[in-house]
């Protein structure tokens, strides 16, 4: 039997995991971890935060040039982090990127949900109405792709959102790592059902697409610190998201762990865990272990240590 979880135990989670895999991986160094790449799996580092959201807004323009009306590309991308995003516009307007004649593409990679349905751009919370403010609506219209080439996960078009992988190559998909370790929306299950004493096996969750989740504990409090100043009462408890499905279809899975999503073990446990190779649903950003083309980006003065401070 593996152990309760120590944060919900109603839910499985990191805390249900082999204790000395949590040992090793508190012990992890910033040097030791930029040794742990292997083929598919890539960790880079970036000593300055203006180096680190730049480099994040070039994987936009990258993708983006790529794209043509005959081999039409995009990127899907997060809201957390985003501070990205007001970059990507000035550069697409700096360089005159034509978005429009590049035949450019992006999904936004998740949306909240409220009494089973995706909330409206004027949520406040909206990660649409976050993408367009900061992003798409800051781009000169001479430049700007038409709006029938930016995809959202809303009610009612999972299934053309998901399709749309399968007709428009997703060059790269970027995230960042939650407290509970997921990417996009992916969280951990219940523990319930089938899986109340094990959860699913790797194969079974990668099999998941996109769809309405029901929110981890965990996440819940996480959005409500960094989105609504710890109010909880501000934050859904269901959310629509991209699943692994449509993630495995993607060319490169890029990961930005600026340190105010996750904390630094959490940074450091999944990195271990791609990194041997242990994937594992409990802790649902190692199942990345088995994808072909991995790349984590870490801000370094983020990544803390694991050492005990009494604060």
């Not at 000395?20 to 992890?28: G, I």
């Not at 995706?118 to 798409?136: G, I, N, Y």
């Not at 029938?148 to 790269?172: M, R």
């Not at 509970?180 to 096996?201: Q, S």
Request: net charge negative.
């Amino acid at each position: 039997m593996r152990p309760v979880s120590s944060v919900a135990p109603q839910w499985w989670d990191y805390t249900t995991i082999d204790t000395q895999l949590v040992e090793e991986a508190a012990k992890l160094t910033p040097e030791t971890m930029m040794a742990m790449g292997r083929d598919g799996f890539r960790v880079v580092m970036y000593d300055s935060a203006e180096e680190f959201y730049l480099a994040e807004a070039l994987e936009y323009i990258d993708a983006w040039r790529q794209s043509t009306p005959d081999n039409p590309c995009g990127i899907c991308g997060p809201i957390g982090p985003t501070e990205q995003l007001p970059l990507v516009a000035r550069i697409v307007n700096a360089v005159g990127l034509d978005l429009k004649k590049h035949d450019a593409h992006f999904w936004g990679m998740d949306e909240w949900v409220l009494d089973g349905k995706t909330v409206d751009v004027d949520h406040p919370l909206s990660f649409a109405k976050a993408d367009m403010e900061l992003c798409f609506n800051r781009i000169d219209k001479k430049l700007a792709m038409p709006e029938s080439n930016l995809y959202f996960p809303l009610s009612g078009q999972f299934e053309a959102y998901s399709k749309l992988f399968d007709e428009v190559e997703c060059v790269v998909m970027q995230g960042g790592q939650g407290e509970v370790k997921h990417w996009a929306f992916n969280d951990p299950p219940a523990r319930e059902g089938e899986w109340e004493d094990v959860p699913p096996p790797p194969d079974e969750y990668r099999k998941l697409a996109t769809r309405i989740v029901d929110l981890h504990p965990m996440t819940v409090m996480q959005n409500a610190r960094t989105s609504g100043g710890g109010n909880i009462a501000l934050v859904p408890r269901q959310a629509a998201t991209v699943g692994p499905l449509e993630t495995w279809k993607a060319r490169k899975v890029s990961i930005w762990h600026a340190g105010h999503h996750d904390n630094p073990f959490g940074m450091r446990l999944t990195t271990l865990m791609i990194a041997r190779g242990i994937a594992d649903s409990a802790v649902p950003m190692s199942l990345l272990a088995d994808h072909p083309n991995v790349q984590f980006n870490f801000y370094r003065p983020g990544l803390g240590t694991c050492e005990v401070e009494m604060h």
